[in-house]
């Protein structure tokens, strides 16, 4: 079944991206993925973002990001400043040398996507971005069909996926 081999390949998929990822960022002085992925979220939020937050947006557990967002403060690359929204929940704001971390892997990290975009049309990997947002909205949203229509085509026309 395709949907079973999609599911089959996005796992392994990722399974290849955070052992890449892991490599990329204990070569650059973090303690792994998750330092990376802690990191990258504090620096290119908007505002400084709480814990709970960053769980939430990333799909994990407070209590995981907790113990990462813990190790970061440890390594005076993120701190913890008061949360005028809430008295409790602090957010976190990236150090100078959390940014300057960040700015080292994200250096890293463009060099391995633009050899893998010079092997991957933009073409290809658009439509790949476009498929898997659209199984992710299904899987946030199963009982709104609306939310994984298929874009607009050039002609205008509009469709949409049927739930099972």
């Not at 150090?95 to 996507?113: E, F, I, M, Q, Y």
């Amino acid at each position: 079944m395709v949907v079973e081999e999609l599911v089959d390949e996005v796992l392994r998929l990722r399974g290849r991206v955070l052992s890449q990822a892991r490599e990329m960022n204990e070569k650059r002085g973090l303690g792994g993925h998750s330092h990376g992925l802690i990191l990258t979220a504090v620096v290119r939020a908007v505002e400084p973002p709480t814990v709970a937050k960053i769980a939430r947006s990333l799909g994990l557990t407070r209590q995981s990001v907790q113990r990462t967002a813990n190790e970061l403060a440890e390594l005076a690359l993120v701190q913890f400043e008061d949360n005028p929204h809430h008295k409790r929940a602090k957010q976190l704001v990236p150090t100078p040398a959390g940014v300057k971390a960040h700015a080292s892997v994200a250096d890293t990290r463009k060099n391995w996507l633009d050899k893998m975009g010079a092997v991957i049309s933009v073409g290809e990997l658009e439509q790949a971005v476009a498929t898997l947002r659209r199984v992710r909205r299904y899987l946030e949203h199963p009982e709104s069909p609306a939310e994984v229509a298929v874009p607009a085509k050039k002609s205008g026309s509009r469709a949409s996926v049927k739930q099972p």
